[in-house]
């Protein structure tokens, strides 16, 4: 069975950084495109990002395009998101998804595995 772990959530700033990231230990990550995806309460998860299995090719919701980066060291079965610029509407819960499909989206019934999800807050 497939665990992500993220991790790299907190407070910070408006205009501040954070990078998160998602392991996979013990698997081999070549297998899997990588997503991320936010919630806030009462509202269904956004895709925000996502990575194909090879890290050529990307994708990112328009909220976040310029500001965001998505990244991935399979060595070391992990992936990131690098997020510059923050604003307060970038608050949320920040969960990573794997799936065994080649390209990636930004849709949650693209994938199968589920990480239990990092608070990320952005607030002066």
């Known amino acids: 069975q497939l665990q992500l772990v993220e991790s790299g959530g907190g407070l910070v700033q408006p205009g501040g950084s954070l990078r998160l990231s998602c392991a996979a230990p013990?698997?081999?990550?070549?297998?899997?495109?990588i997503g991320w995806f936010r919630q806030v309460p009462g509202k269904g998860p956004e895709g925000v990002s996502c990575?194909?299995?090879?890290?050529?090719?990307?994708n990112y919701a328009d909220s976040v395009k310029g500001r965001f980066t998505i990244s991935r060291d399979n060595a070391k079965a992990t992936a990131y998101l690098q997020m510059d610029n923050l604003k307060p509407e970038d608050t949320a819960v920040y969960y990573c998804?794997?799936?065994?499909?080649?390209?990636?989206?930004?849709?949650?019934?693209?994938?199968?595995?589920w990480g239990q999800g990092t608070q990320v807050t952005v607030s002066s």
């Open positions: 013990g698997i081999i990550m070549d297998y899997y495109a």
């Open positions: 998804a794997a799936d065994e499909s080649p390209p990636c989206g930004l849709t949650t019934n693209e994938y199968n595995y």
């Open positions: 990575i194909s299995v090879d890290g050529r090719s990307t």
